[in-house]
Structures are given as C-alpha cells and as structure tokens.
C-alpha cells in the first residue's frame, strides 16, 4: 500500500538512517567476532563486546537485542557467503579433482573474509547446535559433508583419485585441515588465500616427497 511517510534522514551524512546505520552493525558485529573468537561466547559478555567497541553496553542494545542475536548473524553471514561460493564451484560441472581444488581455494577465501566467524564455528558449533536458534548449524554441516564426500566418490569412481581411497578419512583430514588454518591465518599477510590454497593443494593432491 503507498504511503506518504518519509525515511528518517541521519543529519550528518544526508542519507536514510537506516542505510547510515548499516557499516556501524557491521563494525561491531566485526568487533563481537573478534571477541567471540578470542574469549570464548560464554565468556563473553555485552559489556565486553561494548567495552572492544568503545560504547556503553546500553548503547549496544540499540543495534542488538542480545549477544545471541549478534552469534547468530555473524554465523549466518559467513555461513551465507560461503554457501554462495560453494554452490557456484558444485553448479559449474567441474571434473572432481578441479571440484576439490575450486572448493578448497573457496574456503580459504572465506577464511580470509570471515577468519574470527571461522575460529568461532570450529570452537563453539557443537554446543550450539543443541540451542534451536543454531540448528541451521546442522543443516549446514550436513550440507557440507555431503559436497565433500560426493566430489571425493566421483573422483575415485572417474579414475582420478586412487581406488582405494577412504572418502570419509579423507574427508575429515581435508575438512579438519583447511579449517584449522582459521587459529593462525591472518588477512593481509604474506600469502593471499590463493597462494595458500595453491601449496595446501599442492601438498595434499601430490605429497611433499621428491618423485624418483
């Protein structure tokens, strides 16, 4: 139904409210993360997150309702994006091994995007998951490991990964690897993410030892 209600207008910046308070949500849902990643979410209280922010925990509450609610973006957003990456690698009909390679460069991307949202949902998934608010965290793994192991079985059934290959193993030792790289990578270091995509790659596909 039209209306003849007017935006609000931020005063400083000329634009609606609403669009001038969306980098500042983000800024503290990046400082929450950050927080999250590095005391733990139990141990994390608002005033904590306000405290990193420089606000008065009062003052969080106008964008947040509850540290929950930030959890919960920070974990869909990054979830969000890397889901969108995914299935742009699983719907381009790729062979297997370019499947893996493409999936694996992806993740290390997402690291690079949203690494405390990572460390987060390596540290705290499995508790989470039991709350209702966090079930897509399930969903989401399931997912996962659904496109994992089914690029490993077309690879093995195609002849380009070894027959006697054990798909959930390898599964798990690529999942656990590339993830874990979430406690060490920092953005903007020495190695873009696909550089190190490249050498993980390159270490997991053909090994480390010299070839006689």
């Known amino acids: 139904m039209p209306t003849n209600k007017k935006p609000q207008v931020n005063a ?3 634009k609606p409210a609403a669009a001038a308070a969306r980098p500042r949500r983000r800024e503290l849902l990046d400082t929450a993360a950050e927080v999250f990643a590095e005391q733990g ?3 994390t ?18 964008h947040f309702d509850s540290k929950e609610s930030m959890l919960e973006e920070i974990l869909r957003t990054f979830l969000d994006e890397l889901w969108g990456g995914y299935d742009a690698v699983l719907g381009a009909e ?3 091994r370019e499947t893996l390679e493409a999936l694996v460069t992806e993740s290390f991307r997402e690291i690079d995007r949203h690494r405390a949202a990572v460390a987060i949902y390596q540290k705290e998934s499995k508790q989470l998951v039991a709350q209702e608010r966090f079930a897509f965290l399930a969903e989401s793994q399931r997912r996962f490991e659904k496109a994992w192991l089914s690029t490993l079985e077309r ?4 002849e380009v990964f070894r027959a006697d290959l054990d798909v959930r193993l390898t599964y798990r030792f690529v999942r656990d690897t590339v993830w874990v790289a979430a ?5 903007g270091g020495q ?3 696909e550089e190190i995509a490249r050498q993980y790659l390159s270490m997991v596909l053909d090994g480390i030892a010299v070839r006689e």
């Open 155 to 158: 690879g093995v059934a195609a």
């Open 12 to 14: 400083a910046t000329g």
């Open 94 to 96: 790729l062979d297997p």
């Open 41 to 43: 979410y139990n141990a």
């Open 183 to 187: 406690s060490w990578y920092r953005p």
């Open 191 to 193: 190695h873009s993410p």
């Open 45 to 62: 209280t608002v005033r904590k997150i306000a405290d990193h922010a420089g606000m008065l925990a009062g003052s969080l509450y106008y």
